[in-house]
Each structure stands twice: as C-alpha cells, then as structure tokens.
C-alpha cells in the first residue's frame, strides 16, 4: 500500500518544468565541484547508495563504510546508468560525472534538508522504543486508501536512512510518513532538523539502546526531542499507556497533545478505545466504531490506534480507515504469526529489546492457551542494554516465566534469561541451543504440541531459525 516510486522531478522552485534543473541546483545546495564527463541529462530519477539496486537515471551517492567504500563501485552505477556520482574525492578516468563535496554523508543530509523544504507534504514523525515500523506501516497503509502516501522503506530510520527516504518522496506526496531512530543522545534531534515533522507520534519508552543512552530518562529526553521539534500548531499523538510517556500530562507543552491507549489514564485523557484477540485477528473499538484486523498482538493494536486517530484528524472517511486496517499485513520479523503443517510460529525475529519481548510473550501465552498448546520461546540475546544487560535479561526471565513452558536459549544474556525463568517457573524447562540452527532442531519435536515464538536482536539471525523451521514444517497455510 505504501508508495516506493523514486523521485520524478527534483527540482525546487526554480520553475514549473523541471528540466535542467536538478543537478545543477543540487552542486549548489552541497557546494560540489563537477568533475569527469558532462551529465548527459541533467535531471536525477532518484538517489542510491548501493550500486547493485541502482535503476537507470538515479544519481550514486559513494558513502564510506565500516567494510567498504562506496567509491570503489563508481564504475559499476555508471554501467547500471547513474546519471552522476556524489563523491569526496576527484577519481582518475571516472566513466560517471561526479559532484566532488569535502564529506559524502555531510552532503546527503544538506541535501535532504533542501529537498525536505521541496516538498509541500504534510511530514508525520514516528519515535520510541519499540513499534516504530508496525505503526509507520499501519499509518501509511491506512492513509494510502485516500492520499498520496510515502513512508520510510524497512527500518531506514537513520542519519543515512531518514535523508534518503525523503530524496526519494515524490513530489506529488501528500503524507510524507518517517521514522526517526536513535542510539546516541541528539541523534533525534538531528534528524527531525532534516525532516522538520509536523505531526509526531511517540510509541512507548522502554530499556532499548541504553548502551548510548544511558538510562530510561535518557530514552525519555532523546525521544521527546521529536515533540520539541514540531512548530506550535503540530500534534503529538503520545502513548499514555506508558508510565514514562504519561507523565507528560503535568508538563506544559507548546503543541497539542493527542493521548492514545487502552488503559485508565487513556481514557481520561483521550478518546475510548478498546481491543479484543479473535479467532482470526482482533477486533479495535474506538469511540463506538468498530474496526478488523488480520493481525493479533498488543503491538498491532496500539499502531491502528494511532492511525486511526491521525486519520481522523486528516478528515478520512471511516470506510477508508476500515479498508487500510484490514488491507495491512505485517512484515516478516515483526510479530507475524505463521501456521505451517502442524507448526504455529510468531516470528518476532527481526529485533528486541524488553519492551517488544514483553509484548511477544503476552501473544504467545494468549495463542497457546487459546489453542491448547505449550508455549515454547526461542530467544536470542537482547544487544544494546550497556552494562545492565545481563541483569535486565535475569529480570525478565523472572517477570516472564508463568507465561512460559520452554525457553530455547541461544547467547550468554539469553541464557542468564532463561536461567532465571526456570527459577522462577520450575516447571519452565530451559535448553541452551548453539546457534540458530540448533535452535530450530530443539524446536522439531515441538511442532505439532507448541506455539513456538521466535524472538532476539537482529545480529543473533534468529530469522535463520524461523527459516528452518518453515522448512521442515510443512506447506505454509497462514499468515498473520
């Protein structure tokens, strides 16, 4: 439902016809010198990166790396047919124009910048410890029934990510919906100057990069950055639901504040909503009008409140919202249940952190009673906590275990989880698994007994684990 055209016309306020303009304009924005041939056209399809997915007429951007320089693979966009080429320094005999600039990520981000201000697109900012993706997505399906919609493609929500996604919106975009991560303070503040939202969305606050955040009052502080940002008439639809988030109610903010969520104080604050699991999906009541959903979990309910919420405000039509709602599907990695051969699966493996296993867990035991089975997580290690971590997967362990029968730990912090748990629940078995494929073989005498939920930090590649099992499964009958 998203929108993922590249940019068609680049070209800002110069003229109506856009030719001529684009690389021309932009040497300017970035201060490039030209170097090598002259462009034979003097407009850019889009901007690219990686010179394996460049299409004919998009502009390269060579980006240094922590394994390889983009500059290496100048030659190679000019065979795929890159109009030109951004680049730090002159290169000998180069087939690709260049635009020379003293930093290649430095100009990416004023460029973007300029773009942004390119644009007549209302600009939707999504922040928080965990759903991001789920609610950009969510968001922009819903959207997408009545407006022209982009949104950040994956999880490219970084000072690299975020510039390039709005290089890439079409001019013709209406709603312009981005995620804004972080992992260091000032990060947040440094991409809303590039995307300058008008609206933003605060999702929940949790123990998630505390290695360079420090705390849960530092996520706090870099988080609301986001909200600090937008002008006085924005809005900022915040998760009351979050004991860290609710606290804001005390605090005098310059915008309007939306409060969304499930719980008391939700409802004080904002419009009544409620959410119920059912046989095939979940059913979400706002204010009386009821909602479908393909999906179940906590997570999904709380992204299609928001893009309820923020599709009123736009003046979109209920049976629009109603139509996004039960045309979205989650991603792989991200809370997807799966029923292969005689295999209940919740694919969760794309990251974690406490907030998103809690939320995993509560699906789990939800689906396993539902259906009569054991609840069996694989987990992988939660990276990125600092120096608590292996205290914070020991307490988790402990807060978690009656929800739990088996623990199949793969990495040391997965195992102090899975240690704890037992401790806490001896009648939750804990097996320790070498890697993501003697994860899956623990799980095969499982299959048919066990909903089995698949959870861990991106680098652990629990998703190898899922594949396997799907493999040895059987024929995939659903997917949630």
Known sequence: MVQ??????????????????W??????????????????????AGVCIDSRTLQRGELFWALPGTRTDGHRFVTDAATRGAVAAVVSRPLEHSPAPLLVVPDTVAALARAAAWYRSCLSATVIGITGSAGKTTTKQMLATVLAGELAVHATPGNQNNLLGLPLTILNTPRATEMLVLEHGTSEPGEIRSLAAISRPHWAVLTTIGAAHLAGLGSIEGVLREKLDLVRT??????????????????????RMHCRIVWYGFGHMARLLGPRATWRTTSDGSELVVDGDCFRLPVQGRPFAYAALVAVLVARELGLSRQAIANGLAAFRPLSGRLRVVDAGPARIIDDSYNANPVSLEACVELLD???????????????DMLELGPDAEREHRRQGTRLAEKLDV??????????????????????????????????????????????????????????????LLRRAGPTIRVA
């Open 4 to 21: 993922t055209a590249r940019v068609g016309q680049m070209a800002c306020g110069a003229s109506d016809s856009v030719s001529g303009i």
């Open 23 to 44: 690389l021309q304009r932009l040497a300017q924005v970035v201060d490039a010198v030209w170097s090598g041939p002259t462009p034979e056209t003097p407009l850019a």
């Open 230 to 251: 937008l002008p006085r008439d924005g809005l900022a639809f915040v998760n009351a639901d979050c004991e860290h988030l609710a606290k804001l109610r005390d605090r």
């Open 366 to 380: 939800e689906l396993a009673r539902r259906h009569g089975r054991h609840r069996v997580l694989v987990l992988g």
């Open 407 to 468: 623990v199949i730990a793969v990495g040391e912090l997965a195992e102090a989880f899975a240690t704890a748990a037992a401790a806490a629940n001896p009648s939750c078995r804990r097996v320790r698994a070498r890697d993501a494929e003697q994860a899956a073989t623990a799980c095969l005498p499982l299959l048919a007994s066990a909903v089995i939920a698949v959870k861990g930090s991106r680098a652990m590649r629990l998703d190898q684990t899922v594949a396997a």
